[in-house]
């Protein structure tokens, strides 16, 4: 098939990147377009008019002329014009919008038959950004969080499913056996994520940290999965009650075990998710960790990656 895929690409770590390259394993013929790589840096007073529009779409009675203000600052219009030239010019087969929070995607509502809205965000950005009415002009949705697709999506089809992984990044380079009896917990630093690990310092389990914060700075893509195939364990605190991120399949891909606090997805993929151990709070952990000798690790890893993502969204797609 002939895609066009919307999204961010700048950033080395940007997970759009690897959807691109996945796509293009899988033989298909895609066009990438940055719908942030030409918008205009602001000044002092447009920064403040676009946080004043951005904010007030999260209002249902100005939602609509907020957003369509918003989408036409800043050098917006003529991105969209880009992007409408872009598909007049390739006709693609399918039309990928991922996020595109500053995109006006009703203009592409005559391609809605084509076009699939992709968001990895949790609830609190769904909700700020409205991909409920974003999503409203496409056939078809798929969200990583499934309280965004059960409430925030308003496409024809929704879909609930896993994030991925780029396998040439995310792998096993270390035996199990041979890596540390420690944890590593890998996400910038906030008030819940403190809490957590000052309990396990104190309880003398040993954690390094990495992230903005912490003692060790940001680590992505290859150095993260250097960094994992040196520990038994990694550590994943949920943002919500309701999803994960996608650290947790890098974590698995690398061969470790995850420990993680529950959240609603988990049950979601069960089958999915091996060599994964979930807890309640602090003392549920504590008792885990404790017992941990216990825990079996299955060489028998499944496939996470974008390309068997990608394969499985696409099979879901055709079957509607």
């Known amino acids: 098939m002939k895609i066009i895929l919307i999204g961010s690409f700048l950033d080395d770590w940007s997970t759009n990147n690897e959807m691109f390259k996945a796509l293009q394993s899988l033989n298909h013929d895609v066009i990438k377009f940055d719908y942030r790589k030409d918008q205009k840096k602001p000044n002092f007073i447009y920064f403040i008019v676009d946080k004043f529009f951005s904010f007030g779409r999260r209002f249902d009675l100005i939602s609509h002329l907020f957003i369509n203000i918003y989408t036409s600052i800043l050098g917006r219009k003529k991105i ?29 509502e005559k391609y809605k038959d084509k076009l699939i809205y992709y968001f990895m965000d949790p609830l609190k950005m769904a909700k700020k950004i409205r991909t409920d009415i974003n999503s409203s002009y496409c056939k078809y949705s798929i969200s990583t ?67 903005l914060g912490w003692e060790n700075s940001q680590i992505y893509l290859k150095d993260l999965n250097f960094i994992y195939n040196e520990y ?64 079996f690790y299955s060489e028998n890893i499944p496939d996470l990656s974008w390309s068997k993502i990608m394969n499985e969204n696409f099979k879901w797609i055709n079957s509607q």
């Open 80 to 108: 969209v014009r880009n992007v409408l030239k872009l598909i007049k010019k390739e006709e693609p087969d399918l039309i990928i919008v991922c996020k595109c929070d500053t995109l006006k995607i009703k203009t592409l």
């Open 232 to 295: 038994k364990y990694v550590l994943n605190l949920c943002q919500d009650n309701y999803g994960f991120s996608v650290r947790v399949q890098q974590a698995i891909s690398s061969g470790c075990v995850v420990f993680s606090d529950y959240c609603q997805d988990f049950k979601t993929f069960t089958d999915l998710l091996r060599n994964f151990y979930s807890f309640n709070n602090q003392y549920d952990f504590k008792d885990l960790w404790n017992q941990r000798k216990n825990i």
């Open 145 to 211: 969080f499934g309280k965004v697709s059960k409430n925030l999506m308003f496409s024809d089809h929704n879909r609930h499913y896993l994030q991925g992984v780029d396998k040439n990044i995310f792998n096993i380079k270390v035996p199990w056996e041979k890596r540390k009896d420690k944890i590593v917990f890998v996400a910038n630093i906030t008030t819940k994520r403190k809490k957590f690990i000052n309990f396990f310092k104190k309880q003398s389990i040993p954690i390094d940290c990495y992230g």
